[in-house]
């Protein structure tokens, strides 16, 4: 099949030097990658510069990217020619807008002026004790894929940190329905190291753990395989 | 001689997920260390752990460190122990403090409240359109090198992006009085590229400009052995 699979973690840019991101390594999108390209599939990894990356191969095309910005456009154009999407990016949810001072904050009266202005020098000074960063929420790209491709079987990710796992679960029973997804991979960032990585794969009726980054590439093989048929 | 080399560039964690960060790769430092061994000189390099790192070698120790908090305690410890320190890490300027919808902001009658909050979730919810992020200055670890070790020969770097010449090196001339600094290696971001890098070696009485990361490191290690003698 044609799988397109994004994987590490976008970087939304404050200034030209600064930026904000997340842990994401890529470690996981890379075994997902080679395990799906062992077994024959084509894929498209939609990654970024510093992530890790799979051995070349024929059937692997790779695309780089580096904020939310540029992967709602890569993947509105490449989602429509996918049989599936395992979107494991950690995409950010709010991006930078402006960074000031934090005298000139306290001298506005309505701090929403702020969401309109830009930053000006392409290093912002570093003169003022405290600065003050407004960011504004990213479109939810998981939320578009169904409407660029009716046809694709979605499978996402939801992570989230030091939760209950009945919690964990209800969360990603809500994105499952919210973005009609196939599948939504739920797993919680403290039960993550280089060794492990707990993950519960949930889907409309039923619920399976795996615990290591080759045991989530392997369950989303055989998965992936059962949409063939 | 004993060289500690610092390099790649810190990261100040947001919540457990999310941090700032720079778009330094430990490219240069990598280079400049490897220069250094070569010529027989024993290394110590701080660097991070997504950072490029030398091949290992008998005459070089690798310490990692996330964040600006840690380097500080890092070198506090360690630039005692050497004579000369090249600081190539780009360290960040602000550490985040707190960060909160805007609603909550706007309704604060004195934002220095929000200096001493912390937040206390561990990844920090996504529901808000807007986020404001308050963040305060980091110690300069510069500044205070030759507090720990008045006799340490010490290599500092500016970068500043797409300003003229003469100003970045009246600036990089500042950070070489101001930190009592023997060399400020000054270089411009937009005259850096993979197989480029302009910097100008400004020290007391004279500047002298190169154009690759190999020539920094050979001119770096030739103004080295000449402590020396």
Redesign the interface.
Known sequence: MKILVTSGGT?EA??????????S?GRLGKIITETLLAAGHEVCLITTK?SLKPESHPNLSIREITNTHELLLEMQERVKDYQVLIHSM?V???TP?YMTG?EE??ASSN??EF?SKQNHQ??IS?T??????????TPKIISLVKEWNPAIHLIGFK????VNEDHLVDIARKSLIKNQADLIIAND?TQISANQHRAIFVEKDHLQTVHTKEEIAELLLEKIQSYHS
Chains 1, 2 share one sequence.
Do not use: C, P, W
């Open positions: 970087s404050i200034d030209s030097v600064r930026a904000i991101t997340n842990h390594t510093r950690a950010s949810d709010y807008v934090l904050v306290q701090l929403e969401l392409t290093k570093s003022d004790e405290v600065q003050v960063l407004f960011l504004k929420k992570l989230l940190v030091d960032l």
